[in-house]
């Protein structure tokens, strides 16, 4: 018998215990840990909450909980519940698959002023993340400016641009939705330090921005390069760049509530303010190399919201290797220690599609099956549940995380899925009452 412990529920969790299973079928018990009493990570406080249909991977996730050997271990934290060396002891492999939760640091002056807020600490925030639930951004300037030329600028973007009626069917939380509809936002900026052919956003998700009801994207054309030099582009880059150059051409922001303005070859440098964010500072850029370099030239734009998505960071875990550099776990091809591996975006950074994580899950069995054989008679759950007995931590189960979906279904306003809880004593308290 092989035990292994997961820690993260999310995709990289679940993927890694779908291929343990595929691996060693009833040779194998997995837990799966996490620090909230709600499974499945990114998929419920990452993903939009106006991308029903990505989230529904979840139910994919769930089968693999339902299997008997395997076990969801949640509101439990590793390093303050159960360290590391002891989960080492109980089982014969731990995979950590805990993400990149920490936003990166613009690094500037100002960033840590009121209403500058990174997207895992905004995204937390109108999808329900406990840590970020009561993050109260203020939504009364103007003007909102968004850091960043990615998918999740994309996200943070979408979600200030849309009306009230637009978020029907999805399943962003009650505080978001009435601070959004009291916004006063009708101008969102997007800083893309590079140009047009540098963006990381995907053709559906910039898409989509043609779509919004009160809203407009605006690209100045002189951004935009010659159209024959959208040849060397992939073609996914290609159609990406097509939406810019429709929104450069379309001529019809004038009549819309909400311009998004695409402001290209614009680095922030610093940002300014009393108290609060007031301005953000910006240095033209030029590219050297494909790299952006300053041109000298800079400007302010006044604004009361910046939310910076420029990436982000695996979490520290005490007595775990960490390569600062790159943010996420020292590792060679998943490998931490013997015993120890990490998965997904705490292996390789926050890089790819979800789908790009059950590969990844594959790759790691593969490992830990060449490198622990039968298993070497660990104590695994037995062993877990007498330390956390011991220790007075109560965790919750796969059945405890059902009563509280239940509960969250049930108090759903109209035409939503789910209305979160989004403290964790509700969710507990949820699941003791359900
Ligand atoms: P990302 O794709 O890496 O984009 C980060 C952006 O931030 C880049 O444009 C980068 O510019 C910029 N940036 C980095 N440091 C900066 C700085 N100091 N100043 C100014 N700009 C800076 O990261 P992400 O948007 O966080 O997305 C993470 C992953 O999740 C991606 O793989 C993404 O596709 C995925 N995702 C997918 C979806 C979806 O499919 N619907 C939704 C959300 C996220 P440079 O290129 O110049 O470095």
Redesign the pocket.
Known sequence: MRHIAIVGSGPAGYYTAEAALKQWGDGVRIDIFDTLPVPFGLIRTG??PD?QS?KGVSRRYEATALTENVRFVGNVMIGRDVTISELQNLYDAVILATGAPND?K??LPGENLANVFG?AAFVGWYNGHPDFADLDPALSHDTAVV?????????VVRILAKSNDEFEGSDIVAHALSALDASRIRKIVI????GPH???M?PK?LGELAHLTRACPHVDASDLPDEADDAVLDPGQRKSVGHLRAFASANFCAEQEVVIEFDFFA??RAILGKDRVEEVEVERTRLDNGK?VGTGETYRIPAGLVIA????QTSKIPDVPYDEHSGHFSNEEGRIRPGLYCVGWARRG????IGTNRPDGFAVIEKVATDIGDGASKAGRPGFDALANERGVQYVKFTDWQKIDKAEIANAREGAPREKFVHVDQMIEAATRG
């Open positions: 993903v939009a991308h990505i990166r613009l690094g997207s850091i960043g030329n990615g998918n999740v600028a994309l996200d800083l893309g330090r590079r540098q963006i990381a995907t998700e680095a922030p952006a998505c420029i990436g982000y926050p890089t790819g599609t």
